[in-house]
């Protein structure tokens, strides 16, 4: 049986292996997928000695996605400028490939939602690893502007001028956001990890401004119950870009593209 398995530490809480059984389910195709804790100098001989042993793919985790990046051989172009590789697995002639399906699995999400981006004002906050593994998948869908808001500026900036060729992207702090025009926010920070919302001023959330936050959670996350708060109306949590991410994986490595919303669907009964 072909094996696969995801790497992170943490890794108990992933439900990575529950999205791929349902996968290859869809497909009836029989594969073997594990959760493996990696100690965190272990990494690059955890992923050797899986390979060598015969596995056939890698999902990357925190906090390995720029280690996993640093040993890819080959990556996609999404995953060069991502920085991060979430998506291992071997080319016929042997080389480690990497990709970052994270972006298109919250691209997707969007999507399948009806939230089109195209000629939209998009927001991000945060500009750390989570919101540079998806910003090229966004500007892809041709937005008026993404509009990166951070509490350190200057990791803004670099993001700003690194995904500059690829569309019109903007940095700001979190308080130059009062009065702009906003049709998207999006949460990349790690703040509610902290128990802490990002400082948004409250004049920026509207009714008509769409709320997705890139961490899952069924009871919906603080920084959505605060906006909700603000007169948000249209709010969704990561599930459907975790989902996402996973599909495009398995697409990768299965050459079948799996249905993501019964898998949505499902988790969300759990
Ligand atoms: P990740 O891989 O989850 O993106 P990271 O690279 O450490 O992790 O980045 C965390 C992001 O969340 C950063 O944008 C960070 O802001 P700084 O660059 O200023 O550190 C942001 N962040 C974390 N806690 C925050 C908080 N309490 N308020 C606002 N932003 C926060």
């Known amino acids: 049986m072909d094996r696969y398995s995801v790497f992170g530490n943490p890794i ?13 389910a869809q497909c009836q195709q029989d594969i073997a997928y594990s959760k493996s804790l990696i100690e965190l100098d272990g990494f690059e001989a955890a992923v050797n000695e899986f390979f060598a042993a015969g596995g056939k793919g890698l999902n990357i985790t925190v906090p390995f996605k720029q280690e996993a990046w640093t040993l890819a051989e080959q990556r996609t172009q999404r995953a060069e400028l ?11 002639d042997g080389k480690l490939c990497g990709d970052n399906t994270d972006g298109a699995g919250l691209v997707n999400d969007l999507l399948a939602n009806n939230w089109l ?8 906050l945060g500009a750390g690893g989570a919101a540079r593994g998806v910003i090229l998948p966004l500007l892809e869908q041709a937005p008026a502007r993404l509009l990166v808001a951070n509490r350190t500026l ?10 500059a060729p690829y569309g019109p992207i903007e940095a700001c702090e979190f308080k130059e956001l009062g009065g702009q025009k906003v049709d998207l926010i999006i949460n990349a920070t790690s703040a509610s990890l902290g ?3 990002p400082p948004v001023p409250t004049d920026v959330i509207h ?7 890139m961490v899952y959670a069924n009871q919906g996350t603080p920084f959505m119950h605060w906006c909700q ?11 459907g870009m975790l ?23 499902e988790l969300r009964r759990l």
């Open 12 to 24: 108990a809480h992933s439900l990575s292996p529950q999205i791929h059984q349902q996968f290859a």
């Open 82 to 92: 991502a920085g991060a590789v979430n998506t291992l697995w071997m080319s016929e």
């Open 117 to 124: 981006l195209k000629n939209k004002n998009v927001v991000m």
């Open 154 to 163: 200057v990791r803004a900036h670099e993001l700003q001028t690194l995904f």
């Open 195 to 197: 128990g802490e919302l």
């Open 207 to 213: 009714e008509n401004c769409r709320v997705y936050d």
């Open 229 to 239: 708060q603000q007169g948000a109306r249209e709010l969704l949590d990561g599930l």
């Open 243 to 265: 989902v996402g991410q996973a599909a495009e994986s398995f697409a990768i490595w299965r050459t079948f593209r799996p249905a993501v919303q019964p898998v949505i669907d």
